[in-house]
């Protein structure tokens, strides 16, 4: 790709290209508008109990809605936008376009482990329900491991 050359000019015209990333575009402001509704209410409402929803189970539900967003965008910005030659010229420059390749990575297999991470969650709160509140995985606090919760026998 070294003797390949940038074009400096393109044309752009509308086709379907342009239609499907409108259509995408629109169908995803939905779930940003509730993404942002549950962070919201997550910093300003929620108040644990011991009957409400697990606040560790809740970050863990936020972390895999916000990192599927985040993909949803990414994706995009990198492969839907292009190609509809929009910005073509100011997507060539060498150091970005592996950026954000390595940037829709990193967001496609993050979204994909934190369905597993809400799952983990789950099943330690079932192990061990009087004890799930002092149980932290993975950064979700800054107060350390329970080492003593051992699961059921």
Same mark, same amino acid.
């Given at each position: 790709?070294?003797?390949?050359?940038?074009?400096?000019?393109?044309?752009?015209?509308?086709?379907?290209?342009?239609?499907?990333? @409108?259509? &995408?575009? @629109?169908?995803?402001?939905?779930?940003?508008?509730?993404?942002?509704?549950?962070?919201?209410?997550?910093?300003?409402?929620?108040? #644990?109990? &011991?009957?409400?929803?697990?606040?560790?189970?809740?970050?863990?539900?936020?972390?895999?809605?916000?990192?599927?967003?985040?993909?949803?965008? @990414?994706?995009?910005?990198? @492969?839907?936008?292009?190609?509809? &030659?929009?910005?073509?010229?100011?997507?060539?420059?060498? $150091?970005?376009? *592996?950026?954000?390749?390595?940037?829709?990575?990193?967001?496609?297999?993050?979204?994909?482990?934190? #369905?597993?991470?809400?799952?983990?969650?789950?099943?330690?709160?079932? $192990? &061990? *329900?009087?004890?799930?509140?002092?149980?932290?995985?993975?950064?979700?606090?800054?107060?350390?491991?329970?080492?003593?919760?051992? *699961?059921?026998?």
């Amino acid at each position: 790709m070294k003797n390949t050359s940038t074009p400096t000019t393109t044309s752009y015209h509308f086709d379907f290209a342009t239609v499907l990333l @409108i259509v &995408s575009s @629109i169908y995803t402001i939905p779930a940003i508008y509730c993404a942002f509704k549950i962070v919201r209410f997550y910093f300003k409402s929620f108040v #644990p109990t &011991s009957t409400s929803l697990n606040p560790n189970l809740f970050k863990a539900y936020l972390r895999m809605q916000n990192w599927s967003l985040a993909y949803v965008i @990414i994706d995009i910005v990198l @492969i839907r936008v292009p190609a509809t &030659s929009l910005v073509a010229t100011s997507l060539c420059t060498p $150091w970005l376009v *592996p950026f954000l390749v390595a940037v829709q990575y990193f967001t496609w297999h993050t979204a994909h482990l934190f #369905p597993v991470l809400f799952c983990f969650v789950r099943v330690l709160i079932l $192990w &061990s *329900p009087k004890e799930h509140r002092e149980i932290h995985c993975l950064g979700f606090t800054h107060r350390h491991v329970n080492a003593d919760v051992a *699961p059921p026998r």
